[in-house]
């Protein structure tokens, strides 16, 4: 693989050394000349390659039964498209995270992928070292995506928030966010990665990582998508 620099949707380097153990990684593409050379490079990387999948049907039922950190995601999948694959399992599986690795740098398919859960975006013209990188970062949380592609995400997080929310005649009372969450919030909102935020707030990265994890639970939402239309529909980015 050969490429460009990958860029943080944050433009940040980080998520390394979130965890003591290996990184779970499964990787689905039906392809399987180029789906068993990822898996090969992400083992010799370090990585715990749990299993490999060639169709949708087949990445669903795998991913359920090992559970892997991140799911290393092509879109064009024969039997259920990698969107709604990614949609399946980040909707019953809150805590997996997706990168999409994909031949396409179209900006429908980033959007359609963002939108149903992908944490990252990167095509498959990415070095060994890119992958890998943006799997660490993807196993923790952040946002990684090809050059070019960042600003477009950021965007849509606006246009989406813009757009008026459905009116629920019996919407619960907001739940109640610390100091501590709300100042973390608007951080994210801003496009801050979770490394820049420790920094910025003098706490550790899993501090943040724990943050975030219960606001989403407070405001029962699923991924940073969600998180970050709630805090620019807020406003908090501008504060």
Not at 201 to 223: A, D, E, F, M, P
Not at 230 to 237: H, K, N, Q, V, W
Request: glycine residues 8%; contains cysteine; negative net charge.
């Amino acid at each position: 693989m050969n490429a460009d620099n990958v860029t943080k949707a944050t433009g940040a380097t980080g998520g390394q050394g979130a965890t003591q153990r290996a990184i779970r990684v499964m990787v689905v593409d039906d392809h399987p000349m180029w789906r068993d050379a990822v898996a090969r490079d992400l083992a010799e990387s370090g990585f715990d390659v749990v299993a490999t999948a060639g169709d949708g049907p087949q990445a669903v039922r795998r991913a359920r039964a090992v559970t892997p950190d991140v799911l290393v995601l092509d879109l064009n999948l024969p039997g259920m498209p990698g969107v709604q694959v990614c949609k399946e399992l980040v909707g019953s599986h809150p805590g997996l995270r997706v990168l999409v690795l994909s031949a396409s740098g179209e900006h429908a398919d980033v959007l359609e992928a963002v939108k149903s859960g992908a944490t990252g975006y990167l095509l498959k013209s990415a070095s060994t070292q890119e992958l890998t990188e943006a799997v660490r970062s993807t196993a923790v949380g952040d946002p990684v995506f090809t050059p070019g592609l960042a600003g477009l995400v950021l965007g849509e997080y606006r246009r989406l928030a813009s757009e008026p929310a459905p009116v629920a005649s019996d919407e619960p009372k907001a739940p109640q966010l610390t100091d501590r969450e709300t100042e973390v919030l608007r951080l994210v909102a801003k496009g801050l990665s979770y490394k820049q935020i420790a920094e910025r707030l003098v706490i550790s990265h899993r501090t943040v990582q724990n943050h975030v994890q219960n606001t989403l639970g407070k405001l029962q939402l699923h991924n940073r998508v969600e998180l970050v239309r709630y805090a620019i529909e807020r406003g908090l980015d501008d504060v």
